[in-house]
């Protein structure tokens, strides 16, 4: 009987990405939810099965990474971080069409939690490898491979912690790719690939305000709830600036080029329309923002509280943290305090070098006739601890998508799904790439 043949990355990616999406890593925030336990062994006995030896670290109960390195032909040269997180924000399975956990292919869909945010790199990831080490080869360089607990609550018991105890794993690394890039747009006729080279940083803010308690039924000239009702209406109501950064500047004249059509960068978004969907993202990096996400004060109706307190979710551009937070003071007055919740960096590299090549030549060589361009991402990413151990971080998790599909509504969204054949493209990109890294 004739040898089976080994199965490649295509043939695994799929099943490897409906496992993982069923299994339930979902975080709330505050540890209460299942952990990233369960996920990171599956993707150890993954790698296990196929000679790697990953390292398994729990930073709390059930709060799981795992990081092995991965030989290359060259160990003198600097290595490449691939990285990717296995917590997925929480799903409400009576708001969905098909169970967020289930992983059930419909419409030529993967369907459920994590199926672009970000089980469907990590199941990419893992089919590559897994292919590369039957077939014997090697990366042209080292590769450390991480599977992170909490990225989507800011990554303090994932990537945080690792590179605060754990920072001889990533020795000698000098770049890294990780999610939220390489995915296709449809602008035209062309078929764009963003790849996210800059991110916006985070303040997230808690606003209190203090007055004199008493009964609901009095006059009262010092309310808390008053006084910072002002001063969230004016937060909220703020009309941010545009601050053009050398990424967004970047892609605006590549979008420009791409449409045919003349973009102001004094006043882009009128442009920024004929992008539909993708708008909502290359939006909100044109400036700074503040949005208030929660309010608390009181606990009886006829009862005037003696605090209150907003929270109030910030984002800036790289190199405008200090003037986001004096618009803030400026906004709340000296009456209402600010003080700090969750603080993380802005990144911004440039769209150049032999990664980028390597990124760009993938695609292309998969798409031919497309176009790659930088984009910066309105969120954030792992990408952001890493840099504090000097590693240069690009999103690049290779997707090429209809043209019709939301795929911005997709993050942290309702009927989260993944086109089949974008998993298998993505596959096949990686391959390119890592031969090339």
Same mark, same amino acid.
């Not at 803030?328 to 007055?333: A, K, S």
């Given at each position: 009987?004739?040898?089976?043949?080994?199965?490649?990355?295509?043939?695994?990616?799929?099943?490897?990405?409906?496992?993982?999406?069923?299994?339930?890593?979902?975080?709330?925030?505050?540890?209460?939810?299942?952990?990233?336990?369960?996920?990171?062994?599956?993707?150890?006995?993954?790698?296990?099965?196929?000679?790697?030896?990953?390292?398994?670290?729990?930073? %709390?109960?059930?709060?799981?990474?795992?990081?092995?390195?991965?030989?290359?032909?060259?160990?003198? /040269?600097?290595?490449?971080?691939?990285?990717?997180?296995?917590?997925?924000?929480?799903?409400? =399975?009576?708001?969905?069409?098909?169970?967020?956990?289930?992983?059930? !292919?419909?419409?030529?869909?993967?369907?459920?939690?994590?199926?672009?945010?970000?089980?469907?790199?990590?199941?990419?990831?893992?089919?590559?490898?897994?292919?590369?080490?039957?077939?014997?080869?090697?990366?042209?360089?080292?590769?450390?491979?991480?599977? @992170?607990?909490?990225?989507?609550?800011?990554?303090?018991?994932?990537?945080?912690?690792?590179?605060?105890?754990?920072?001889?794993?990533?020795?000698?690394?000098?770049?890294? !790719?990780?999610?939220?890039?390489?995915?296709?747009?449809?602008?035209?006729?062309?078929?764009?690939?963003? !790849?996210?080279?800059?991110?916006?940083?985070?303040?997230?803010?808690?606003?209190?305000?203090?007055?004199?308690?008493?009964?609901?039924?009095?006059?009262?000239?010092?309310?808390?709830?008053?006084?910072?009702?002002?001063?969230? %209406?004016?937060?909220? /109501?703020?009309?941010?600036?545009?601050?053009?950064?050398?990424?967004?500047? /970047?892609?605006?004249?590549?979008?420009?080029?791409?449409?045919?059509?003349?973009?102001?960068?004094?006043?882009?978004?009128?442009? @920024?329309?004929? @992008?539909?969907?993708?708008?909502?993202?290359?939006? =909100?990096? $044109?400036?700074?923002? %503040?949005?208030?996400?929660?309010?608390?004060?009181?606990?009886?109706?006829?009862?005037?509280?003696?605090?209150?307190?907003?929270?109030?979710?910030?984002?800036?551009?790289?190199?405008?943290?200090?003037?986001? @937070?004096?618009?803030?003071?400026?906004?709340?007055?000296?009456?209402?305090?600010?003080?700090?919740?969750?603080?993380?960096?802005?990144?911004?590299?440039?769209?150049?070098?032999?990664?980028?090549?390597?990124?760009?030549?993938?695609?292309?060589?998969?798409?031919?006739?497309?176009?790659?361009?930088?984009?910066?991402?309105?969120?954030?990413?792992?990408?952001?601890?890493?840099?504090?151990?000097?590693? /240069?971080?690009?999103?690049? %998790?290779?997707?090429? $998508?209809?043209?019709?599909?939301?795929?911005?509504?997709?993050?942290?969204?309702?009927?989260?799904?993944?086109?089949?054949?974008?998993?298998?493209?993505?596959?096949?990109?990686?391959?390119?790439?890592?031969?090339?890294?």
């Amino acid at each position: 009987m004739p040898e089976p043949a080994t199965p490649t990355a295509e043939d695994e990616v799929v099943d490897i990405c409906r496992d993982l999406i069923r299994i339930d890593s979902s975080n709330y925030g505050d540890g209460s939810g299942p952990g990233e336990r369960s996920a990171a062994e599956y993707v150890a006995a993954q790698l296990s099965e196929v000679g790697l030896e990953p390292e398994v670290f729990e930073s %709390a109960d059930k709060r799981t990474s795992l990081v092995v390195r991965w030989e290359g032909e060259d160990t003198t /040269r600097p290595g490449l971080l691939v990285h990717g997180h296995l917590d997925v924000v929480p799903a409400e =399975a009576g708001d969905w069409t098909h169970d967020p956990f289930g992983g059930e !292919i419909v419409d030529d869909c993967v369907w459920g939690r994590g199926a672009v945010d970000m089980k469907d790199m990590d199941a990419m990831v893992l089919a590559v490898v897994r292919r590369w080490r039957r077939e014997g080869r090697k990366p042209p360089r080292d590769v450390v491979l991480s599977f @992170l607990a909490d990225e989507e609550a800011g990554g303090k018991f994932g990537a945080h912690w690792l590179v605060d105890h754990h920072p001889g794993l990533f020795d000698g690394v000098s770049e890294a !790719i990780s999610e939220v890039g390489g995915f296709s747009f449809s602008m035209g006729d062309q078929r764009v690939y963003l !790849i996210e080279t800059a991110q916006k940083g985070i303040r997230w803010l808690r606003l209190v305000a203090q007055g004199r308690a008493g009964h609901g039924s009095m006059v009262n000239d010092d309310n808390a709830v008053t006084a910072l009702a002002e001063a969230v %209406a004016r937060v909220g /109501r703020h009309d941010w600036p545009v601050r053009m950064t050398p990424t967004v500047q /970047r892609f605006l004249e590549e979008m420009s080029d791409v449409l045919g059509i003349e973009v102001d960068v004094n006043d882009p978004e009128p442009a @920024l329309a004929k @992008l539909g969907t993708l708008a909502r993202i290359v939006g =909100a990096t $044109l400036r700074n923002t %503040a949005n208030p996400t929660l309010l608390k004060a009181g606990y009886k109706h006829n009862v005037i509280p003696q605090s209150a307190e907003a929270f109030i979710d910030c984002r800036f551009l790289p190199g405008l943290e200090d003037e986001l @937070l004096a618009t803030i003071d400026e906004l709340i007055g000296p009456d209402v305090r600010r003080e700090d919740v969750i603080t993380d960096i802005a990144l911004e590299t440039s769209f150049d070098g032999p990664l980028v090549d390597a990124m760009v030549a993938a695609l292309q060589a998969e798409d031919p006739g497309s176009r790659a361009i930088p984009y910066c991402l309105s969120g954030g990413t792992d990408n952001k601890s890493f840099s504090l151990l000097g590693i /240069r971080g690009f999103g690049f %998790a290779p997707l090429r $998508l209809p043209a019709d599909l939301d795929f911005s509504g997709m993050f942290h969204g309702v009927d989260e799904r993944v086109p089949v054949d974008s998993l298998k493209f993505g596959t096949r990109v990686l391959d390119r790439f890592l031969a090339a890294c």
